[in-house]
């Protein structure tokens, strides 16, 4: 479309199908209309133009399928599993009930299936792996086949129950240290060292993402799930003949609620936690987490690509009528009808939709694959059941269809209606005016190759516009791409470097009175040791309630520090309560309302107390008091649950060493090594996003930049030929010409700023949760990140046409009319 | 070609017909914005059967505006063109696009040709839609292109693309056939050999033929000349031998 016609139609003898045409050699030639083989004709001669919209689509469906069906996939192999391994529906814990409580439980209206079990978290010890490693040991039946939760054993066999050192690791735990069959590790089991053997690697409905409580990723080195028969565990915990742990699945059409409550008055005086269903469940939960915010990216991304592909078929094929005036002017005046002619347009961008869309499930569908592998890194699942769905398949291509027909819809109707008449004379030349920059003065230091650039652009600042928009789209999606680790560098950087300076967090088995930290400051190379008091507790403020923690500290703390909305330390007041300022949204309470306590531990006291102010945090929602003001609350004595400690970085094996030794001591966590561990775990994922969005950046920016250099030197070649016949050199003419793509791409980068902005902004508002909430930050490496991988696109296209401009054949293009 | 068979085809046919074209009083207004520009001013004509006529005038007489309303392109502003009977005045969109389907052959200055199709693609645009069409090959045959089937306009001279908007044209058998300065970007050689297909499908065929041109030299070959000024009809003058196109000169 871009030469004057007797050029462009040399061209065809390239072209596959003028030779197939010429010599016959291919049987579906025959039955093609000519209409339709001017149509493939076209195409061909269009191919770059063609190939770079091709790209735009192929890169949104892609990440449409890919997302969505990441998403269905998952979904589709979650509920097999939770299927097959009967995952329970109720989950409660308590202190202690003796087993025959479980017939009142099943008795509970609407409950069907109970399942009791004894839980403990242990402390390990690997061998070569001088780090804490804590695990939660789980009973099993002694005739290794739990009802709920059915383990799916990848290798090995069930525990022996008549062995009481056999246990069944999670895969990804054993997969992390290498284990197998019949290697063994040390653990501290309700105080007491002892070797455990591994009898079979295991999967698990109830972990499918494992995540110490409290944690922000899978530490799969750090933290396991262990099972063990239940016998050996009853006689390691003192819990022969009860069970600290229950769950269990409704008859169809029970009331998850009323079971819910009928089950926290049966436990509650057994020491309740208060049950929770699935939504609550922390693996559950995550993989929620996960499939909410795939449904959001496969919203936002692929409708930035159909956007911007719409409108570069809007711009090719409005140029492409435009210069095929003449041809619909005759096809008409032979007797095709205004449908004939639209059809005939429509069935071009079809054809261009058609690749793209099939190039773009097809791609979509290898890098759901991909991203699958990835996530079942972090979910461990026993298979992947890869799943394209027959309505995604449609949905790509009426969505894609659809936004295109939309785009062109103008240009393929303007071709229709095209009176033959007029189409018959040639266009009338484009009109220009002065620009603004000139009409106040400035046209005196514009050259007249400047003064061409910027009148091209204000001649049609509407089509300008769409330009700068659509490389600034390309330019947005990259800092969307980036932001994310600026964002986890900058929640890190919070999270574990101003508000927590601690080098372990111990926390106790059970709530211990504070002068046990004196064992702790007695330890060699522990510098400074501060005690903790954490309580579960449910807030609630008028229909609202939340399950989380109260966090406490004592005074004048130096290793914790809330920080305010502004990201300021603040004092823990001495009574009342301080919000997370997430909680506070969810339970719509704020500073100066009473929220009521009810403590689930304990006494199990329900009290209420003031919210005294918010904070800020970026994981997790919870409350913090004063210790001594929760230790009022509590009704108990000086009580704490654990300790932050400060240690020489030279004795910290030696430190954690002893501390594996303390009975009192239910585990420990090394802050730098949670740190390494979370970068170790996104890094991967990380690569994955950013290389996918450095390409489809491109794309974009590419395809915008490549398709309006070559609708220009379609409308201009005439205009720069003649300035070559006046004597100027193939560099000036590149100057006018490239000058003012230069000028729009520049021009999008400020945009593309912003608009990567909002993108990261909508982002993170659509993938926040009660987990955690993502920051918006964005470091300048990211905006220089953007704009380069625009200007690279900007420039490998200007590159192209410039090679293109340099053939200008002269004679030709002055000789035939426009 | 012949010239006494040429003479005996054209009395032959124009003796027979019945009027392919009746126009009366035939207006056209240009709505240019501010200013109204009236290209034609009230036109009556006939076109018989068979017949060939050449509508002579400089530049901006009217002569392709008249043509266009003839060929259901453009439509009138007042008066009314009849085609066989039919009022074309006041036909719809949907008849006028079967009009130049069926009934209409047009050849225009710059050939219009689809520049990525070849020659006898070029046909079979149109022999594909028609009722009752030549083959592609007899059509471009007629118009002594048998030989350059398969090459693309670009691969063709000036006259062979026009010879193929001919072929094109006569195609689908039209009753019609309408020529806008069909020998305008060609040198007068070239022109002739255009001229003597348009001459013989006349001849062969019996196509009623209006050929417009500002070329005074071209009217020998017609049977009637009518001569067009400033949106009218100034004379018209009917040939009583018609040339042969290779006797033409300018």
């Known amino acids: 479309m871009l030469d004057t016609p007797q050029l462009a139609a040399g061209r065809f003898i390239s072209c596959p199908f003028a030779i197939i045409s010429g010599k016959k050699l291919f049987r579906f030639e025959g039955s093609m209309t000519a209409l339709d083989k001017k149509l493939l004709r076209d195409l061909w001669l269009m191919k770059g133009q063609a190939l770079a919209i091709v790209l735009v689509i192929v890169s949104g469906v892609a990440t449409f399928v890919m997302f969505i069906s990441v998403m269905h996939s998952l979904n589709k192999t979650r509920d097999a599993f939770y299927r097959d391994f009967a995952f329970a529906e109720v989950f409660g814990s308590l202190k202690r009930a003796p087993e025959s409580l479980r017939a009142r439980i099943s008795e509970i209206p609407g409950v069907d299936l109970v399942e009791t079990r004894v839980a403990a978290d242990v402390k390990l010890d690997i061998e070569g792996f001088n780090e804490?490693?804590?695990?939660?040991?789980?009973?099993?039946?002694?005739?290794?086949?739990?009802?709920?939760?059915r383990l799916y054993l990848k290798t090995g066999r069930m525990v022996d129950p008549s062995k009481d050192n056999e246990v069944v690791v999670s895969d990804a735990f054993a997969q992390a240290h290498g284990f197998k069959p019949g290697d063994s590790f040390g653990a501290v089991i309700n105080g007491r060292w002892k070797t455990l053997v591994i009898t079979g690697i295991a999967l698990s409905p109830e972990f499918v993402l494992q995540v110490k409580p409290g944690g922000i990723s899978p530490d799969f080195k750090r933290y396991g799930i262990l099972w063990m028969s239940r016998e050996a565990v009853g006689t390691a915990y003192d819990m022969d003949g009860a069970f600290n742990d229950v769950v269990l699945t409704l008859l169809p059409g029970a009331k998850f609620e009323?079971?819910?409550?009928?089950?926290?008055?049966?436990?509650?005086?057994?020491?309740?936690?208060?049950?929770?269903?699935?939504?609550?469940?922390?693996?559950h939960r995550f993989l929620s987490e996960e499939f909410r915010q795939l449904d959001r990216f496969a919203e936002v991304f692929p409708a930035i690509f159909i956007g911007v592909a719409a409108f570069l078929l809007n711009v090719v094929i409005s140029r492409t009528v435009s210069t095929q005036r003449e041809q619909i002017a005759a096809l008409k005046a032979i007797g095709?009808?205004?449908?004939?002619?639209?059809?005939?347009?429509?069935k071009l961008v079809l054809f261009i939709v058609l690749i793209g869309v099939v190039s773009g499930i097809a791609a979509g569908v290898w890098l759901a694959k991909g991203l699958g592998r990835i996530y079942m890194e972090f979910y461990r699942f026993p298979y992947f059941d890869f799943e394209l769905r027959p309505s995604v398949v449609v949905a790509a291509v009426v969505i894609t269809a659809g936004s295109a027909l939309l785009g062109t819809l103008r240009a393929v109707r303007q071709a229709a209606l095209l009176p033959p008449a007029q189409a018959m004379r040639p266009e009338p030349p484009m009109s220009y005016r002065k620009t603004t920059l000139e009409k106040i003065g400035l046209g005196a230091i514009l050259s007249q190759p400047t003064r061409i650039i910027l009148r091209n652009i204000e001649r049609k600042p509407f089509k300008a516009l769409l330009t700068v928009a659509g490389i600034s789209c390309g330019c947005a999606v990259m800092i969307a791409s980036g932001f994310f680790s600026d964002s986890v560098d900058f929640m890190v950087d919070v999270q574990f470097r101003q508000a927590q300076r601690e080098d372990m967090t111990i926390t106790y088995i059970e709530p211990s009175a504070r002068r046990t930290i004196h064992e702790l400051k007695g330890l060699f190379g522990v510098e400074h040791v501060e005690p903790f008091r954490t309580v579960p507790a449910r807030f609630r403020f008028g229909h609202r309630t939340y399950r989380t923690v109260i966090q406490s500290f004592e005074p004048?703390?130096?290793?914790?520090?809330?920080?305010?909305?502004?990201?300021k330390p603040i004092e823990l007041p001495p009574s009342g309560i301080v919000l997370t300022d997430y909680l506070a949204d969810l339970l719509a309470i704020k500073v100066g309302d009473q929220l009521i306590v009810e403590v689930l531990e304990g006494n199990r006291p329900v009290r209420q107390v003031p919210v005294v102010s918010l904070v800020k945090q970026y994981i997790g929602v919870m409350g913090y008091m004063d210790r001594s003001a929760l230790n009022r609350l509590m009704r108990e004595g000086d009580l704490v649950s654990g300790a932050y400690l400060t240690v020489d970085s030279r004795e910290q094996p030696a430190v954690y060493r002893k501390l594996v030794e303390m009975p009192r001591v239910a585990g420990t966590a090394v802050r730098m090594d949670e740190i390494r561990n979370f970068y170790e775990t996104q890094a991967e994922s990380m690569l994955f996003f950013t290389f996918i969005a450095t390409i489809l950046a491109g794309t974009i920016a590419f395809g915008v930049v490549y398709n309006s250099a070559r609708i220009s030197l379609s409308e201009r070649s005439r205009e720069l030929a003649s300035l070559r016949v006046l004597g100027y050199t193939r560099g000036e003419i590149s100057y006018i010409f490239l000058g003012e793509l230069g000028v729009l791409t520049l021009a999008a980068l400020p945009l593309g700023f912003i608009l990567g902005r909002a993108l990261c902004a909508y982002i993170v508002t659509a993938v926040e949760s009660d987990l955690f909430r993502v920051p918006v930050v964005l470091e300048n490496e990211t905006y220089a990140l953007g704009a380069?991988?625009?200007?690279?696109?900007?420039?490998?296209?200007?590159?192209?046409?410039?090679h293109r401009l340099d053939h200008l054949d002269l004679v030709a293009v002055l000789k035939t009319r426009e | 070609m012949n010239g006494s068979s040429t003479q005996e085809a054209v009395h032959k046919k124009t003796g027979t017909a019945c009027p392919v074209f009746q126009v009366q009083g035939l207006t056209k207004i240009y709505d240019m914005g501010e200013i109204q520009v009236q290209a034609l001013r009230g036109i009556d004509l006939e076109l018989a059967a068979g017949e060939l006529v050449v509508l002579l005038g400089p530049s901006g007489s009217g002569k392709s505006t008249l043509l266009n309303i003839l060929g259901g392109l453009d439509t009138a502003s007042g008066g009314q063109v009849t085609y066989c009977g039919k009022d074309l005045t006041r036909a719809t969109e949907k008849e006028l696009t079967e009009y130049r389907r069926f009934h209409v052959g047009f050849v225009f200055q710059f050939y219009n040709l689809i520049p990525s199709l070849t020659a006898r693609e070029n046909v079979a645009v149109v022999t594909e839609i028609a009722k009752n069409p030549m083959r592609p090959e007899d059509a471009l045959g007629l118009v002594g292109l048998a030989e350059r089937l398969d090459h693309f306009p670009a691969q063709l001279s000036g006259g062979e693309q026009q010879r193929i908007a001919i072929a094109r044209a006569i195609s689908k058998n039209p009753e019609v056939l309408l020529c806008d300065e069909p020998t305008g970007a060609l040198d007068s050689q070239t022109g002739i050999v255009v001229l003597e297909a348009l001459e013989r499908v006349n001849r062969e065929l019996g196509t009623a033929t209006v050929i417009i041109t500002h070329n005074v030299d071209i009217a020998g070959m017609a049977d009637r000349v009518v001569h067009l000024s400033n949106g009218l009809i100034v004379e018209t003058s009917r040939n009583v031998i018609r040339k042969q196109p290779k006797d033409l000169k300018w």
């Not at chain 1, 804490?132 to 789980?138: F, I, N």
């Not at chain 1, 819910?260 to 469940?281: I, N, P, T």
């Not at chain 1, 004048?556 to 990201?567: M, S």
Request: glycine content about 8%.
């Open chain 1, 336 to 346: 095709y009808s205004n449908f004939d002619v639209g059809m005939h347009f429509t």
């Open chain 1, 556 to 567: 004048n703390t130096r290793l914790h520090y809330l920080l305010d909305t502004k990201l």
């Open chain 1, 788 to 802: 380069a991988v625009v200007l690279l696109s900007a420039s490998v296209s200007g590159l192209i046409v410039r």
């Open chain 1, 132 to 149: 804490p490693v804590t695990a939660r040991l789980m009973s099993v039946p002694n005739n290794g086949r739990p009802l709920l939760n």
């Open chain 1, 258 to 283: 009323d079971v819910v409550s009928r089950l926290d008055a049966v436990l509650d005086r057994y020491g309740g936690f208060g049950a929770v269903g699935r939504k609550d469940q922390m693996s």
